[in-house]
T-cell receptor, first 114, second 112 residues
Framework: NAGVTQTPKFQVLKTGQSMTLQCAQD?????MSWYRQDPGMGLRLIHY???????DQGEVPNGYNVSRSTTEDFPLRLLSAAPSQTSVYFC?????????????FGNGTRLTVT | TQLLEQSPQFLSIQEGENLTVYCNSS?????LQWYRQEPGEGPVLLVT?????EVKKLKRLTFQFGDARKDSSLHITAAQPGDTGLYLC????????????FGQGTELSVKP
């Protein structure tokens, strides 16, 4: 089992460029989510999905889009990158998204927007 | 506004000392989880506390969930350099199913 796989590991974008951060899990988890991590802010929830075809907004959704066409994949799209989106992005999944279901994290994508 | 407030934000101690990290909220949580994160990696779950007043022990780590389910603490006895890392509490707010919210984290450094 690879667990949660994120690509790329590092990315540099210019302001206004678009890109997609990829996230895949092979654990047949229903719940998937995206977080961004900034110094002193902990992890902030961007978007999440409780199953294929279902997505919802988290704490900081502006500037990001997601889709969940399969159980395995949950890509995060930046349509027009801004310097404020410079951050480390983590994808995470859990079996059900229920109250006591632990999150499994990928190793992150470090994004710099210049 | 942070829904889960952790304190302290930074902690630097000598090997062998004890420490406590706090996670507080004005909201009720159904459960709280504690994660540990090392540089360059994603957080890894340490424990989940579910019942108000619950205490769980994991070797030298003791986790407590407040009676009112609004706070939790992590106590480490005789800290070791291997305990160094970022400790995060997280939980699903009681009336917001499907969301797991994190505190801002406590950066712990244990010096030999």
């Amino acid at each position: 089992n690879a667990g949660v796989t994120q690509t790329p590991k590092f990315q540099v974008l210019k302001t206004g460029q678009s890109m997609t951060l990829q996230c895949a899990q092979d654990m047949n988890h229903e719940y998937m989510s995206w977080y961004r991590q900034d110094p002193g802010m902990g992890l902030r929830l961007i978007h999440y999905s409780v199953g294929a075809g279902i997505t919802d907004q988290g704490e900081v959704p502006n500037g990001y889009n997601v889709s969940r066409s399969t159980t395995e994949d949950f890509p995060l799209r930046l349509l027009s990158a801004a310097p404020s989106q410079t951050s480390v992005y983590f994808c995470a999944s859990s079996l059900t998204g229920a109250l006591n279901s632990p999150l499994h994290f990928g190793n992150g994508t470090r994004l710099t927007v210049t | 506004t942070q829904l889960l407030e952790q304190s302290p934000q930074f902690l630097s101690i000598q090997e062998g000392e004890n420490l406590t990290v706090y996670c507080n909220s004005s909201s009720v949580f159904s459960s709280l989880q504690w994660y540990r994160q090392e540089p360059g990696e994603g957080p890894v779950l340490l424990v989940t506390v579910v019942t108000g007043g619950e205490v769980k022990k994991l070797k030298r780590l003791t986790f407590q969930f407040g009676d009112a389910r609004k706070d939790s603490s992590l106590h480490i006895t005789a800290a070791q350099p291997g305990d160094t890392g970022l400790y995060l509490c997280a939980g699903p707010p009681y009336n917001q199913g499907g969301k797991l919210i994190f505190g801002q984290g406590t950066e712990l450094s244990v010096k030999p």
